[in-house]
């Protein structure tokens, strides 16, 4: 199975940028499944219902969201009625919505994409790692379901890596999403589960995190509630991960960056 996961949409120029792109890279790399996180779709906080619509019609099979789920409130009623979109499993109990979702895709293979969220910080949630390792329990990789993505939605590296190495094997891909800035440490874990701490953004890196720079730099100098945040509406590029995994064990024989447009070095997987 090959699997595209495309990391945090920021505003309008990462919204554009990734409905151009997300047909082309489907096409291009033979993708069956195409995971998108948008929880900074909408002016860089949190995802209108339209906008999900927008990313599901590009070819998104599961959107993800994070801390910034509920920064559009029209998406609480959006989520209840749209299993492909997910939000954290370890929110709080009631929560709207699911923190995983089990697909069907072409030719009846049958996927799992859960999304967590870290602690470290982040709001004190319930535990991402028991969380995680009770959706798991539902599911055998390489049997019941032929693919299993995670997304690690955390600040910190450390305890990203921490949750990798703790389902590794379990699960065909860990990603981070939440930094926004595509980490070089992608790779095969000793248990065969595909690992990259953070996808990094799909917006203008001409930024802080895909704000403008110019508010967001004088907020760190002065201390003081000032300008609202705006995202950068340069050119985006488009940042992720190709995956391919083996469809009898689920688990990963490659691991490549992907990145298109915009500022940072070009990365596509030969397919
Ligand atoms: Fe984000
Ligand atoms: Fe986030």
């Known amino acids: 199975m090959r699997i595209l996961f495309i990391g945090d949409v920021v505003g ?3 919204r554009e940028a990734v ?6 890279l489907r096409d291009a790399l033979r993708i069956d499944l195409a995971v998108v996180n948008a929880e900074n779709a909408s002016h860089g906080f949190g995802l209108a219902p339209d906008m999900a619509a927008a990313l599901f019609a590009a070819g998104a099979d599961v959107i993800t969201l994070g801390n910034h789920a509920w920064d559009r409130k ?3 009623p959006y989520i209840a009625e749209t299993p492909r979109l997910i939000r954290p499993l370890n929110f709080p109990p009631g929560t709207p919505g699911a923190g995983s979702i089990l697909i069907e895709l072409a030719n009846r293979r049958r996927a799992v994409v859960l999304q967590a969220m870290g602690r470290l910080y982040l709001d004190a949630l319930d535990c991402p790692f028991r969380g995680t390792t009770v959706e798991l329990s539902k599911y055998k990789l390489g049997a019941s379901v032929a693919a299993i993505v995670a997304d690690f939605h955390a600040e910190a590296s450390s305890e990203k890596m921490a949750y990798a190495h703790s389902f590794d094997g379990q699960v065909s891909l860990v990603v981070g999403t939440h930094t926004h800035c595509p980490s070089a440490d992608h790779q095969i874990l000793p248990g065969g589960t595909a690992f990259q701490s953070d996808a990094g953004m799909s917006g203008d890196y001409d ?11 004088r907020r760190f100098w002065t201390k003081m509630p000032g300008e609202k945040l705006n995202p950068a509406e340069g050119e985006a590029t488009v940042c992720g991960l ?3 995994t083996d469809d009898t064990t689920g688990l990963a024989v490659r691991v ?10 070009p990365a596509m997987p030969v397919v």
Request: glycine share 12%; aromatic share 2%.
């Open 207 to 217: 930024s802080v995190i895909g704000m403008e720079k110019t508010v967001a730099v």
């Open 19 to 24: 409905a151009t792109a997300l047909p082309k």
């Open 74 to 76: 029209e998406l609480i």
């Open 12 to 14: 309008r120029c990462g």
């Open 256 to 265: 490549e960056p992907v990145r298109l447009g915009g500022r940072l070095s």
């Open 242 to 244: 190709f995956v391919a």
